[in-house]
């Protein structure tokens, strides 16, 4: 499969690299190219351990080096905190096993070629900033909102890491102090109170059985009052973060991900209404829907080990 991105952001004799997306539920792989995402591909993430997820994942890149032997780098981006050297994941808490682990050391010794590590949010808003929708923009902010909440900032064309190479974790940033403890064992933190996993819970318990996300969402939009107070309550605390991020960093643009925002108008009408009144006398929020969806992951990936190796 191959999708057009614009070459103008990779000039012609750049070469390739390949990128891996690894969640708590898949893993997906592709080539990007010049302007191309090629060979785009996915599979389950294994529940054995991080030496079986880093198995699966040279299972899926083995075949793509095969097929494009230029490749000389590999992208790869994992949820949650890394070291400040980009070598280990000091822990993913959506993917079982995955504590303290020398992922970069891993990979290479079963691909046997450069590794770049960097975390999933991080690259997935380096891909929007550069081929998404703050392309062409200065300064963005990107959060993804899922099965976590997620977040990276890029500012000139490149993303910013922090001091200690942590910076963008605002899931875990606390919402409500001595609120529900995350994956990550904080107490309210916003992804453990508007995360797509904190409505379902919450939306469960309020209503008495077992309510997914989507249900959540398509029963308040229906007019259920209970399921409203949830999703509306996650919602607001995500409008109000925007809100404090756009006082602090002032980007540009924020752009919204993730399988909470596919909810589309529902969703970004209120987070932006709950922005806009908070940052009220600052500057308006512009907040858009992401464009790369599930392949962001990947293109930013890749993205980010090609800027690793041109310095």
């Known amino acids: 499969m191959t999708q057009h991105l614009g070459a103008e952001h990779l000039g012609a004799g750049r070469q390739g690299s390949i ?46 080096l095969a097929a494009y032997p230029q490749i000389g780098t590999v ?28 992922v970069v050391q891993g990979l290479r010794e079963r691909l046997g070629l450069t590794v770049s590590m960097e975390n999933d949010a991080k690259v997935a808003a380096l891909a929007e900033a550069t081929l998404g929708a703050a392309r062409g923009g200065s300064s963005s902010v990107y959060i993804t909102v899922s099965t976590g909440i997620g977040s990276g900032i890029v500012l000139g064309g490149r993303l910013w ?34 995360s797509g996993t904190a409505i379902a819970r919450d939306a469960s318990y309020a209503l008495n059985r077992e309510v997914s996300t989507a249900e959540a969402f398509a029963l308040a939009q229906d007019g259920n009052r209970i399921a409203g107070r949830v999703v509306q309550g996650a919602m607001t605390r ?24 596919s909810v589309g108008a529902y969703f970004f009408d209120h987070v932006q209404a709950v922005a806009e009144e908070a940052a009220e006398g600052f500057a308006r929020p512009e907040i858009r829907p992401a464009l790369l969806g599930s392949q962001a992951g990947v293109i930013g990936a890749a993205l980010s080990a090609l800027n690793d190796q041109a310095g």
């Open 238 to 261: 995500i409008g109000l973060a925007i809100a404090d991020l756009q006082k602090m960093l002032d980007p540009e643009v924020f752009v919204v991900g993730g399988g909470v925002a």
């Open 161 to 194: 890491r922090g001091f200690h190479g942590i910076a963008g974790e605002l899931g875990h940033v606390v919402s409500v102090p001595g609120g529900t403890v995350s994956g990550a064992g904080q107490a309210g933190t916003l992804e453990a109170v508007a």
């Open 75 to 102: 992208g790869l981006g994992l949820p949650g905190p890394i070291s400040s050297d980009r070598q280990r994941v000091i822990f993913a808490p959506n993917i079982f096993g995955f504590n303290d682990v020398p």
């Open 19 to 64: 990128g891996i997306d690894v969640g708590g539920t898949k893993i997906a792989v592709g080539v990007l190219i010049g302007d191309d995402l090629q060979a785009f591909r996915s599979r389950p993430t294994p529940e054995t351990g991080w030496n079986g997820v880093l198995d699966a994942v040279a299972e899926l890149v083995r075949p793509l």
